[in-house]
């Protein structure tokens, strides 16, 4: 039996979304990005496009928030920004969310180049794996999204979710570093639902997500790096019950990445 108890505390930390409504939660998060805008003074919005759904709903979410901002009468663009680690392999797919997000502006940025001399300059002896340079590529993307939204006075958008937040699935200060997050609280099916609700394509809604990091494992399945389908994940979520492995695997990697989740220790901490 799923333990209630652990479940709803999780559930409550990551703020899960209740009676989700697509309509009501696209008018949410549009309504909170084009308002954050105006608060902050902030020129726009920036965000890595890599083909998934999760930064195609984030992109189309940080279009319609910029021209909104307009349409009240102040100013604000929205920045997507293809980096490719070389050449992408399901470039199609980016360039089909482009065309689904239809951002002001977009730009290319080959993080190849950076990543190869960062690696060849650190990576002598043992541990230096493929997963390792997987994270060297995370965080050189978002190096260039900071550096685009400091040179405009901009902000940079986060595609991370409930079910990605839960099992820390991301690279803590690469796609995990950033200034607001606009898909919180969502499990995946409800990311997928948000992003039907806008008119994605089907072959983006439904696309076997994949991080596509580590060069020895090309488009290597999320789920097949997690061990646990995002359908349990969705369902742990939801309060639904999981089964006693998909429990267990959920919960083990919710212990083992609380450090991704909470600011950087200091000695007044409890560790």
């Known amino acids: 039996m799923t333990d209630r108890a652990k479940q709803q505390q999780i559930i409550d930390e990551l703020q899960v979304v209740q009676d989700f409504d697509a309509s009501r939660e696209v008018e949410r998060r549009v309504t ?3 308002d954050y805008l105006i608060r902050t003074g902030a020129a726009g919005l920036v965000l890595g496009i890599s083909g998934g759904v999760d930064s195609s709903t984030a992109g189309r979410l940080a279009q319609l928030a910029c021209e909104r901002v307009r349409e009240q009468g102040h ?3 929205f920045v ?4 490719p680690y070389h050449v992408q392999r399901d470039e199609s797919d980016a360039q089909r969310a482009l065309e ?3 951002p002001d502006e977009s730009l290319t940025v080959n993080i190849g180049p950076a990543t190869d001399a960062m690696w060849e300059a650190v990576a002598h002896g043992d541990g230096y794996t493929e997963f390792v340079k997987g994270n060297v590529k995370a965080r050189q993307r978002m190096i260039a999204q900071y ?3 400091g040179a405009r006075g901009m902000l940079v958008l986060g595609t991370d979710h409930a079910a990605e937040a839960v099992v820390g699935f991301y690279t803590k200060f690469g796609d995990g570093a950033a200034d607001v997050l606009p898909l919180a609280g969502l499990p995946k099916r409800r990311v997928r639902d948000v992003a039907r609700h806008l008119g994605a394509p089907a072959e983006l809604v439904e696309k076997v997500p994949t991080a596509d990091l580590e060069s020895d494992k090309p488009l290597r399945a999320d789920e097949a790096a997690l061990g ?3 359908s349990d994940v969705d369902d742990y979520l939801e309060g639904l019950e999981v089964s006693a492995e998909a429990e267990d695997t959920i919960v083990g990697w919710h212990r083992r990445t609380a450090h991704k989740r909470a600011l950087p220790v200091t000695p007044f901490d409890v560790v």
Do not use: D, P, T
Request: no cysteine; charged share 15%; hydrophobic share 75%.
């Open 147 to 149: 550096a685009v939204a």
């Open 100 to 102: 689904f997000i239809a």
């Open 75 to 77: 100013e604000a663009r």
């Open 32 to 34: 909170f990005l084009s």
């Open 80 to 83: 997507a920004i293809r980096l």
């Open 228 to 230: 646990v389908a995002y």
